[in-house]
């Protein structure tokens, strides 16, 4: 894996939230663009936040590695766990969301702001509908900003 990468995943994990906050964003912007194969479109010139991010190219494989890092972050550091999230739901992979929305269904009343990540995250609305009975609960007695999020996708008829 490239150092850049490995630098910022350990940004992730550091000290500085802001600066963490920071890192997990440019990951997934970085993954966001090799799944989409985005490499031409100008806009993330100005998103990453060095040429040398701007210059590099994901392959599949460290893509593989990021996801794996990032689970390993998002299990691991319980403070940093919603700080992952968003950079997962990059990878556009149903099996990345699905597990994240199996923690969800174990964990939803644990932490708003993970669970509240997560349902922000989750993009794939056929996949949601395999968890109907999970947001009916959270929108009942979830964290107050997950329990706003799961009405929202309840009466947006994804379910």
């Known amino acids: 894996m490239p150092d850049n990468l490995i630098e910022l995943l350990n940004r992730v994990k550091g000290n500085d939230l ?5 890192a997990s964003r440019q990951l997934g912007l970085l993954i ?5 194969n985005r490499y031409q479109d100008l806009s993330y010139e100005s998103l990453l936040s060095s040429e040398d991010l701007n210059e590099l190219r994901l392959t599949d494989r460290v893509v593989e590695q990021l996801t794996a890092e990032l689970f390993s972050v998002f299990e691991t550091y319980k403070d940093r766990a919603s700080l992952a999230v968003w950079p997962l739901g990059k990878t556009f992979n149903k099996s990345v969301v699905d597990r994240l929305l199996k923690f ?14 997560i349902l922000m995250t989750v993009y794939d609305d056929a996949l949601l509908k395999n968890y109907s009975g999970l947001l009916e609960k959270i929108a009942k007695g979830g964290g107050e900003e997950s329990r706003r999020l799961a009405r929202q996708r309840l009466q947006l008829g994804t379910t």
């Open 18 to 22: 802001s600066d963490a906050f920071h």
């Open 32 to 36: 966001e663009r090799h799944r989409q």
């Open 104 to 117: 969800l269904e174990r964990n939803w009343a644990e932490n708003d702001v993970v669970s509240s990540e």
